[in-house]
């Protein structure tokens, strides 16, 4: 009986022993359609995670700066009120409206005596 002939070297496209994946992702076969096609609802949480981060990060950010500016504006606010507790302070000083009475000339002296009562018995 004849025997079939027996290929010669069998020139498949199996890969290589030696393709490493760098190899791969530099023919451009690490990542295929296949693989996205497979994963899609996993590659579209993750890039939706990585957008709701950045948006967070953002957010935390510009609120930061905000705090910063309300914080700086209420220590002016503060310090102008210290400053104008004691304006108000010292004019209600009676040394220092009797000064300005005096200075206005306006003719008012300060009573020397307190006021008193005037009681009326039937």
Not at 11 to 20: E, R
Not at 61 to 80: G, N
């Amino acid at each position: 009986m004849p025997t079939a002939p027996q290929p010669a070297a069998t020139t498949t496209n199996a890969p290589k022993q030696h393709d490493t994946w760098l190899l791969r992702a530099l023919h451009g076969r690490l990542l295929s359609a296949d693989f996205f096609a497979k994963n899609w609802v996993t590659i579209l949480t993750i890039m939706v995670m990585f957008l709701v981060y950045i948006t967070n990060k953002y957010q935390c950010q510009t609120r930061m700066e905000t705090i910063q500016s309300l914080q700086r504006r209420l220590e002016i606010v503060e310090t102008e009120r210290v400053l104008q507790h004691s304006v108000y302070m010292s004019r209600i000083r009676e040394s220092a409206m009797r000064e300005l009475v005096d200075t206005m000339h306006l003719g008012l002296s300060i009573q020397e005596r307190p006021p008193f009562k005037i009681s009326y018995d039937r």
